[in-house]
């Protein structure tokens, strides 16, 4: 199984900030690595799928990098609306797992 | 309106069954991969059991293989999990979620709102 280890787990940032939010794969998974983004009492949301690709209707300060076993996430200029936990999933491989999640706070 | 909706949980014992069904609308369900995702709450996402198109490929995580079975039917646009010898562990918000694109292995572009089993004594 692929496990896949997020860094880090909670971060507390100011608006405006840029948040980098690493994932690191336990062997290559290619590109088969997806984002997403879940607020409190929500389902989670597709940000970014196949490590870059951003997903229909999500704001363009969000953009994901990476292949490999090293991904990263980065909010650039972040709004209030982005604090929730966020989860990266491989599918290049069955089981399909997901991170342990980071949590973004505002300060 | 593309939206997934999942029912059929609730509170029973360890030993127990369940079925929980996902209905999907606003696109043709049978042109896509489906899932089951699960998530105790306040904690991580867990993939469960996955279905392409047709329901003749499928896919279990370890924790749940001879237990649970995926299946669905398309005619009307329905996707389930059957739930056996039900355990404490299993206790968790159930979420139906659409493959993007590939038939097993794919992001998941929609998620249901859940559905809660609890498995308690």
């Known amino acids: 199984e692929i496990v896949l280890t997020q860094s880090p787990d909670f971060r507390s940032v100011t608006p405006k900030e840029k948040v980098t939010i690493t994932c690191r794969a336990s062997?290559?998974?290619?590109?088969?690595l997806h984002w997403y983004q879940q607020k409190p009492d929500q389902s989670p949301k597709l940000l970014i799928k196949?490590?870059?690709q951003s997903f229909s209707g999500v704001p363009s300060r969000f953009s994901g990098s990476g292949s490999g076993t090293d991904f990263t996430l980065t909010i650039n200029g972040l709004e209030a609306e982005d604090a929730a936990t966020y989860y990266c999933?491989?599918?290049?491989?069955?089981?399909?797992?997901f991170g342990q999640g980071t949590k973004v706070e505002i300060k | 309106e593309v939206q997934l909706v999942e029912s059929g949980g609730t509170v029973l014992r360890p030993g127990g069954s369940l079925r929980l069904s996902c209905v999907g609308s606003?696109?043709?369900?049978?042109?896509?991969?489906m899932s089951w995702v699960r998530q105790v709450p306040g904690k991580g996402l867990e993939w469960v059991s996955g279905?392409?198109?047709?329901?003749?490929?499928?896919g279990y995580a370890d924790s749940v293989k001879g237990r649970f079975t995926i299946s669905r039917d398309n005619a009307k646009n329905s996707l389930y999990l059957q739930m056996n010898s039900l355990r404490a562990e299993d206790t968790a918000l159930y979420y139906c979620?659409?493959?993007?694109?590939?038939?097993?292995?794919?992001?998941?572009?929609?998620w249901g709102q859940g559905t809660m089993v609890t498995v308690s004594s």
């Open positions: 196949y490590a870059s």
């Open positions: 606003g696109f043709n369900f049978d042109d896509y991969g």
């Open positions: 979620a659409r493959h993007a694109y590939y038939p097993l292995l794919d992001a998941f572009d929609i």
């Open positions: 062997q290559s998974i290619g590109s088969g």
């Open positions: 999933h491989q599918s290049s491989f069955l089981p399909t797992t």
């Open positions: 279905s392409n198109w047709e329901g003749v490929t499928t």
